[in-house]
């Protein structure tokens, strides 16, 4: 990677850059620079979600406008400095081997909605509970973005980026630009699945719809034991070609430390009345749950007024997707994470799986957007939540094992991953995929022919 590579031979450098001398005399006074040093330097900017192989910074610069990222993005490419946008924080890669300057967008979280008109405007840094609220407000629903955007309306809506009208950016030369299917239409495809390789997002424009059912969905939890694994693994594999498109599942393995044992968690969303999507639930009903609960709660109910999510944990996430459920592989990696569980009593780690619908994504050419893995029904984390540092090789190796332990029962020839979960270790193919990366390499080398943007899961510049 030219990024890292520059890197190695100027850190030093890069360490003793004098960021108020360099930047200063060209940023307006409410742009903000923040050295290590100052008094309350973290508290300042926005926090990333895992400490998880962090990047390391020199300092950071809190743009006011998008004249001043097009002036800091100019001012670092000259001198040779790396540097790092920040959003919302929740990232889960690899960057322990970054060491510049961060662009911090916290002065970009607005949103605004244009409800006659259905468009929905997110700034580059816009928190999802400020989406939430006002779309619920306004009786709205949509389905970030440039990893694709899956959730709970994937099966009804699309994905995000199929949502998506247009952007705001600031790319490699500096320039602002606007992209969508009528200007620039080449960025607009490649950032609709990897965007992160092409620029800095300062705002993205959204369709909208009316709120189905009329806000009201339909909401199931239930809770099973260990020992209804075998038989849970194999009704999830039921719903691999059942699925109905307004129906979503979230499931989690986890153990229950209170009470000393593992437990199997399931919700259920249904974008409809409770007597359409009830009767979906009936295997999970019969199963014998030893807790669970059904209702419709009200549109204000359903829609939380989310606190942002506690920074710097440790969280450590092995990822892949998967077209079938394969119950044997299911049970097995249950029984071995539950002796990991007992043998590590600090790893609070789960196994995660989002079974969202995907008939709406599917019914979107192949060859509208960058986004490549249009037919993955279920993504599947396996998360590592924990204190001590010292687990880290052990829970690499058994999230690693496993990752490839389902990878080879997934329904596709290679790994799959949705890169807004990935570790960081998958390979382009596995973000993007093959089919995809001859287009997107060129697009790379057009709009980022020195790879400055290519920390994040960065695109090959040629492929093959």
């Known amino acids: 990677m030219v990024a890292s590579v520059l890197q190695s031979v100027l850190g030093l450098a890069v360490g003793f850059t004098n960021l108020t001398a360099l930047f200063g005399p060209s940023l307006p006074p409410d742009a903000q620079i923040l050295l290590p040093n100052d008094a309350n330097y973290s508290t300042q900017l926005t926090q990333r979600w895992t400490d998880y192989n962090a990047p390391s910074y020199i300092g950071a610069i809190k743009p006011a406008t998008e004249a001043d990222i097009q002036v800091i993005v100019t001012i670092a490419t000259a001198n040779a400095i790396p540097f790092l946008t920040t959003g919302g924080g929740h990232g889960t890669d690899d960057f322990h081997k970054f060491h510049g300057l961060s662009i911090d967008l916290s002065n970009f979280r607005t949103v605004h909605l244009d409800p006659g008109g259905n468009r929905l405007t997110v700034g580059g840094s816009a928190k999802i509970y400020q989406v939430e609220k006002l779309l619920s407000d306004a009786g709205k629903e949509f389905r970030a973005t440039l990893g694709g955007g899956i959730g709970s309306l994937s099966g009804h809506r699309g994905l995000m980026v199929d949502s998506l009208k247009s952007v705001r950016m600031i790319t490699a030369s500096g320039e602002l630009v606007e992209a969508s299917k009528d200007q620039h239409a080449d960025l607009f495809w490649a950032i609709r699945g990897a965007g992160s390789n092409f620029g800095i997002i300062t705002s993205a424009t959204y369709t909208v719809y009316d709120a189905s059912n009329n806000a009201q969905v339909m909401n199931a939890d239930f809770v099973f034991p260990a020992s209804a694994n075998q038989s849970f693994w194999q009704i999830m594999k039921e719903f691999d070609d059942t699925l109905p498109s307004r129906l979503a599942l979230t499931a989690v393995a986890f153990y229950d430390r209170i009470h000393d044992q593992p437990v199997i968690a399931i919700n259920a969303v249904f974008f409809g009345p409770l007597e359409e999507g009830e009767p ?185």
């Open 280 to 464: 979906h639930l009936a295997s999970l009903k019969a199963l014998g749950p030893s807790r669970s609960n059904i209702g419709m709660p009200s549109s204000t109910s359903s829609v939380k007024t989310m606190e942002p999510v506690h920074p710097n944990q440790h969280i450590n996430i092995y990822t892949l997707g998967l077209k079938r459920i394969d119950p044997p592989t299911f049970e097995s990696f249950f029984a071995k994470l539950d002796v990991f569980w007992q043998v590590n009593p600090d790893f609070q780690g789960r196994l995660l799986l989002q079974r969202f619908p995907n008939q709406a994504v599917q019914a979107v050419p192949d060859d509208d957007t960058a986004y490549g893995h249009r037919d993955v029904k279920t993504y599947m984390n396996i998360e590592g939540f924990y204190t001590d540092r010292s687990l880290d090789d052990d829970v690499n190796a058994f999230a690693k094992s496993g990752r490839s332990q389902f990878a080879n029962r997934s329904g596709f020839e290679t790994l799959v991953t949705y890169s807004n979960y990935a570790h960081g270790d998958e390979g382009p193919e596995a973000w993007y995929s093959a089919r995809k990366l001859p287009q997107l390499s060129a697009l790379k080398r057009k709009w980022d022919p020195d790879q400055l943007f290519s920390w994040n899961y960065p695109l090959p510049m040629q492929w093959p």
